[in-house]
């Protein structure tokens, strides 16, 4: 008998159905071995700090009650450390969480949202669901000869145009891992119309290295059409409770983004932790550092294997492999490591520890033996 269906959006019905990542344990089950890696998704290996996980046990306390709304505390302490005003700080449940505010403050059907493509995957899905044109800018080699990596800012001010609501810059890109510098930033800021809101994501900003690559928060002065994206879901250490935050250099924007929000969707347990991981800036300091010698060693070694890995100012590593890269992906999976494919282009590699990146390079170098001999 035909049923009838409450018909779904159009453009919902086009997006592509939500695939879990593989879990290391049921790889591990799966394939017979002890235990299988995760490098897929960019968390740090740390446990959560110790300021934070003394801070989930006081809070737990408090759960019988609503969270603040308005997550006061956690706002004012973001505010105190950027030196910037509670009125141009928004916290959200996730980074992702306050692109899709973003998406809803700024673009009704008909407008338009800017970014580099490849880039974070869901600036492409946010457009879609609130019927806005995906304008995709190419990335182009960032060396001379090299695979397509780096933004490219000239093309991306030329994209956006009077319908262009919101322009994500994703610095360092994932999943390239490549920064653009302070000149071209700047550069492009005065070139992109005032009635398009610039958003600098800056999910991996603590693991910047090089002196070259702007902090989004000193680029922003006096610039009214630009905000920056950052979490705790990175460097902090804090992927599993939610928490992100946007600071405008309007606090306009902030209002904007604000009005968008889901009621009480950052817990009262990531508020808590995210003020205590806030406040334990020495021990981030260590990690982040550790991290760092680590995706040097890392990109190192792939590059003594002959894979051109670009210079990566995040805390993971890109292979641009090519037509290569879903057998590669496969066949890492077949020895225990998951990584992050994106067929055709290439595999992002989070960057673990000094242990785990070994059985990465070992499984790496047991396919290609295999390749070889085949
Ligand atoms: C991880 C990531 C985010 C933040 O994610 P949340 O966990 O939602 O805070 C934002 N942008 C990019 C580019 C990312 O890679």
Known sequence: MAQQRPPVRPAVAALPAYRPGRNPADLAREIGVDRAIKLASNEVAFPPL???????????????????????????????????????????????????????????PGTSMAFAWRSFEMYPLLARVAGARAVQVPLVPGREGGPADTHDLAALAEAADATTRVVFVCNPNNPTGTAVRRAELERFLDAVPETALVVLDEAYREFVTDP??????????????????????????????????LVAEDP?????????????????????????????????????????????????????????????????????????????????????????????EGIRVTVGTPEEDDAFLAALDGVRAGARVA
Not at 75 to 101: E, K, N
Not at 259 to 274: C, E, G, I, W
């Open 252 to 344: 306009a924007v902030a209002e904007a983004v604000r009005k968008t929000h889901v009621p009480f969707s950052v817990s009262t347990l990531a508020q808590a932790a995210a003020v205590a991981a806030l406040g334990s800036g020495d021990e981030v300091r260590r990690r982040v550092a550790a991290v760092v010698a680590e995706r040097d060693r890392l990109t190192a070694a792939l590059r003594e294997r002959g894979i051109d890995v670009p210079d990566s100012q995040a805390n993971f590593v890109w292979l641009p492999v090519g037509e290569a890269t879903a057998e590669l992906a496969a066949a890492l999976e077949a020895r225990a490591v998951i990584t992050r494919p994106f067929a055709g």
């Open 50 to 108: 110790p300021a934070v996980v003394q801070a989930l046990a006081t809070a737990a306390g408090e759960t019988n009650r609503y969270p603040d709304n308005g997550a006061v505390v956690l706002t004012g302490a973001l505010a105190d450390h950027y030196g910037v005003d509670p009125a141009q700080v928004v916290a959200g449940c996730g980074a992702v969480m306050l692109c899709q505010q973003l998406a809803q403050a700024y673009n009704d």
């Open 212 to 245: 070259d690559v702007p902090d989004g928060l000193q680029l922003m002065r006096g610039r009214p059409n630009v905000a920056v994206l950052r979490t705790f879901s990175k460097a902090y250490g804090l992927a599993g409770l939610r928490v992100g935050y």
